[in-house]
């Protein structure tokens, strides 16, 4: 045991044949001494001992003012006394002074090495576990001044810490968060924890932060986040991703969805292209019609492409005129299930139905942007149900305004996703969609359409199930159209 002890002990004798009986007892012990209370203070004062060991009867100072002098100045050192035969008054003082033990002469060496080993091994204890704290200080300091966001959840997924920046990213205070399930303060929490890459070690790059979105007080906040476990739970570190950074995103996302969706119709033009002039094979004329079909569709297509994008563009730009009109939605809506009814025909397996609420007031709007809305949903509804099924059309009044839903059977559309659907060039992942192609703009332009028209685009789905969007229009502002019967066109 190699520690550092005192012995003060006016008995010249004592001090002599007492360290040599340690030493042989305790290995590696270093043992100061002092022959008056005086000098141990002095040597107390330089020197952090493990323990220290006093007589009570000195001459001078003695033993229990001595206790005094070393509770003030070292509390943490144990110190144990050493009382004459008898001495119980002063043995008790010395307890009552704060001393660690006593022990009564004749030294019983047993007891007393035995209590010497658990003073040095209780201050050994006591300076680990400073050492302990004083790095946690250190860390929490350290936690108070990064920039990213760190929180603690314990295992039953409580905040059990919240630092400044966390605070300053999502504006929720610490009193706010501490103690509370991290699902109650953060909304969405649920469905975005368990996309968040944890990993079991701190490890530089050992996971790479996700970015998930989270809706606070109304804004939404795109965070790149990543965890790592420890005994006590989980502590997660993230950053705000600011506009720019976004943007960033969605510009990369824009060039590749771009790229990929330009790809294959233009793989298919140039195909069929070159198919057509080749000289080594003859083509019938039913041959060169087909070749010719998917040159015209995939061009229309490469064409669609770019007129989302364009229209994108000019409705961000501001430049979009919107013509303030009032819409016969029974009209519009028959005009448009019709057309999409012959747009689909060859889905045998697919059924557009329309039904319209008995009394309809005109809504305010501008019909050909409202048609160009409902045939990106019903376009949508169509595509997202591979397996077929009914695509209904309802338009129904609805507090101060009509609602317009388009109803689908359709593979659905998770939680999380929900919202990002109607980011620019946000497509769900086509491995999950069944490969449908498409820009991600469809939904962009309708919400961004409908906002313009005072009016909101939503929807509810059940992953697997289907998706209902609903567009939410108000009222024109003077008149009403007389009511009509109720039907199923
Ligand atoms: P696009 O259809 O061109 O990919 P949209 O903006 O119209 O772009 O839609 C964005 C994404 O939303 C689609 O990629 C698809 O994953 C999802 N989505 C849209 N409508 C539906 C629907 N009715 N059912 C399931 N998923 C849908």
């Given amino acids: 045991m190699s520690a550092r002890i005192l012995l003060v002990d006016d008995d010249a004798a004592l001090l002599d044949a007492l360290p040599e009986a340690l030493r042989l007892r305790m290995n590696g012990i270093q043992i100061d001494t002092s022959e008056t209370a005086i000098d141990a203070l002095e040597r107390i004062r330089e020197t952090d001992y493990d323990a220290i060991v006093s007589d009570i009867k000195m001459p001078g100072m003695d033993g229990l003012t001595l206790l005094r002098e070393i509770r003030e100045l070292r509390p943490a050192t144990p110190t144990l006394m050493i009382t004459g035969h008898g001495e119980r008054d002063l043995a008790v003082q010395a307890l009552r002074g704060g001393a660690y033990d006593f022990v009564q002469k004749p030294i019983d060496r047993d007891y007393f090495v035995a209590s010497l080993k658990r003073a040095i091994q209780l201050r050994r204890l006591d300076r680990e576990v400073e050492q302990q704290r004083l790095a946690l200080e250190r860390h929490a300091r350290v936690l108070e001044h990064v920039d990213d966001g760190v929180f603690l959840l314990d295992d039953a997924g409580v905040v059990q810490h919240w630092n400044p920046a966390a605070q300053a990213i999502t504006g929720i205070a610490p009193d706010r968060a501490l103690g509370r399930p991290a699902a109650e303060i953060l909304p969405g929490w649920e469905a975005v924890a368990p996309l968040i890459p944890i990993a079991t070690a701190p490890t530089p790059g050992s996971v790479e932060a996700k970015v998930v979105p989270l809706e606070l007080d109304g804004r939404e906040l795109w965070l790149s986040i990543s965890g790592v476990t420890f005994s006590d739970g989980v502590v997660y570190a993230f950053r705000s991703l600011t506009e720019e950074r976004a943007l960033e995103e969605l510009k990369g996302e824009f060039i590749a969805t771009v790229s990929h969706e330009l790809r294959t119709p233009l793989a298919a033009v140039y195909g069929s292209a070159q198919t057509l002039l080749r000289e080594d094979i003859d083509l019938d004329e039913a041959d060169k019609k087909r070749l010719l079909d998917v040159i015209a569709q995939e061009s229309e297509r490469l064409s669609r492409i770019a007129d989302d994008?364009?229209?994108?563009?000019?409705?961000?730009?501001?430049?979009?005129?919107?013509?303030?009109?009032?819409?016969?939605?029974?009209?519009?809506?028959?005009?448009?299930?019709?057309?999409?009814?012959?747009?689909?025909?060859?889905?045998?397996?697919?059924?557009?139905?329309?039904?319209?609420?008995?009394?309809?007031?005109?809504?305010?709007?501008?019909?050909?942007?409202?048609?160009?809305?409902?045939?990106?949903?019903?376009?949508?509804?169509?595509?997202?149900?591979?397996?077929?099924?009914?695509?209904?059309?309802?338009?129904?009044?609805?507090?101060?305004?009509?609602?317009?839903?388009?109803?689908d059977e359709g593979i659905g559309i998770a939680s999380l996703e929900q919202r990002r659907i109607f980011g620019k060039f946000y497509r769900v992942d086509p491995g999950l969609t069944r490969g449908v192609g498409g820009t991600g703009l469809g939904l962009y332009i309708c919400r961004e359409l409908v906002r313009r028209m005072e009016g909101r685009l939503s929807v509810s789905s059940d992953e697997g199930k289907g998706s209902t969007f609903s567009v939410d229009l108000p009222l024109a502002a003077a008149g009403t159209e007389a009511a009509a019967v109720a039907q199923t066109v």
Avoid: H, W
């Fill in 309 to 407: 994008i364009l229209y994108a563009s000019n409705l961000d730009s501001g430049q979009f005129a919107l013509g303030e009109k009032r819409i016969d939605l029974r009209a519009l809506a028959q005009d448009v299930v019709e057309e999409m009814r012959a747009c689909f025909a060859a889905r045998q397996d697919i059924s557009i139905e329309l039904t319209i609420s008995a009394v309809l007031d005109p809504v305010a709007g501008d019909p050909d942007k409202l048609r160009q809305v409902l045939i990106n949903l019903i376009d949508n509804a169509v595509k997202y149900s591979p397996d077929g099924g009914r695509v209904e059309v309802a338009i129904e009044p609805r507090e101060g305004g009509v609602r317009i839903s388009v109803r």
